[in-house]
């Protein structure tokens, strides 16, 4: 699948982590033709799926055991070749990071890109209370709407003629959201702090809209007792992403590949 990821750095504007290979491609399906010499848990033949931090579009690629997970059977091999980087992300960011818990409240900005719709489904299957999306037109909202299939949970909202932060208050009667995952940086920022709750945390993917804001106030970090944390993937240690890939397969994987979502 071409992501965002492999299309910066096709671009020159996502800059290789050290040590990863400079061929783009961070996730991928395929068959195990060999194995290393501490690879037990898997056999010549296995059909699986995984993330790699680079050199995924190659016909071969030399992968960590625990970088790879088992292809569901059902699972087509482009669908399997699609899912890790989005999934795992919007993974990371909602319950690893963000903690979201079962009935808080939750708001996921970019709803119809490739991580919001994967965050989309998991704030679902771990029980958020409402679940807030932003998106740029009709057409997304309503594709999101029967993505999710519960009105009462989805709260979709078109940022370009609506005010994302009033629409939260008064659904939430002014208490705010629990988590908030945010792709877009400065544009939003005020009225991102201006809709969470108190002991809030807000994850940021991204900085779609600049990273300099010109005036703001960080009162409401003090005063809200707010949690705002930055998050990346691709450059994270080893350890950190095999040990992320396994609770995915775990916790999340299963979902994807019976349809629960």
Known sequence: MVTQTSSRQREGQYPVPPG???????EFS????????????WAVGDEVLGLATGGAY??????????????????????AASIMENYVTAFQS???IGLLKDNE????????????????????????????????????????????????????INYKTEDFEKKIKEVTNGRGIDVL?????????????????????????????G????????????????HIIGSTLRSRSDAYQSELVQRFGQE???????ESF
């Open 20 to 26: 990863a290979s400079d061929i783009l491609g961070v």
């Open 30 to 41: 395929g068959i195990v033709e060999k194995l290393g010499s501490r690879s037990e848990k």
């Open 58 to 79: 190659s016909e071969y690629i030399a992968i960590g055991v625990d970088f790879i997970l088992p292809k569901p059977k059902p699972m087509n091999w482009e669908v």
């Open 94 to 96: 909602l319950v690893v």
């Open 105 to 156: 409240d939750v708001l996921i900005h970019t709803g119809a890109s490739g991580v919001g719709t994967a965050a989309l489904q998991i704030a679902k299957s771990r029980g958020a209370k409402r679940i807030f999306t932003t998106a740029s037109s009709t057409e997304k909202l309503d594709f999101l709407q029967k993505l999710i299939g519960n009105p009462n949970v989805l709260h979709t």
């Open 181 to 209: 995952i945010d792709f877009v940086g400065r544009s939003h920022w005020d009225k991102n702090l201006a809709a969470l709750a108190i002991d809030a945390r807000m994850v940021m993917l991204g900085l779609l809209s």
């Open 211 to 226: 990273m300099n804001l010109e005036k703001t106030s960080i009162a409401p970090i003090l005063f809200k007792r707010l």
């Open 252 to 258: 999340i994987l299963p979902l994807i590949a019976d």
